[in-house]
């Protein structure tokens, strides 16, 4: 079992940047592939960033490649998104998302079904 919290989120100008965390509990969550989500009002989930758990490989959407850095913590059971020059687009409320190495699926990473715990959110608002 993996509980997850975010934090981190707010109100910020465009240009600016945030840092969410994610704090994770349970015994498996150096073992567990983690990755972050956002979701827009009246729009899908869509992925943002996924770390692995074996090499700390980091994937991306192309819509924050370089703009956004995801990290781990094995030791704090925690991961990070940090966001930089952040746009008006960037504004959703953010997920952290965990798969766990003993949960079979064949949904590819950049779909939420790749995952199995989730947490509630944090929200990430960016003026213009």
């Known amino acids: 079992q993996v509980q997850l919290v975010e934090s981190g989120g707010g109100l910020v100008q465009a240009g600016g940047s945030l840092r969410l965390s994610c704090a994770a509990s349970?015994?498996?969550?150096?073992?567990?592939?983690m990755g972050w989500f956002r979701q827009a009002p009246g729009k899908e989930r869509e992925f943002v960033a996924r770390i692995t758990w074996s090499s700390g490989a980091e994937l991306y959407a192309n819509s924050v490649k370089d703009r956004f850095t995801i990290s781990r913590d094995n030791a704090k059971n925690t991961v990070y998104l940090q966001m930089n020059n952040l746009k008006s687009e960037d504004t959703a409320a953010y997920y952290c998302a965990a798969r766990s190495r003993t949960y079979s699926t064949s949904s590819p990473y950049y779909t939420p079904r790749f995952y199995n715990y989730w947490g509630q959110g944090t929200q990430v608002t960016v003026s213009s």
């Open positions: 349970g015994r498996t969550f150096s073992s567990s592939d």
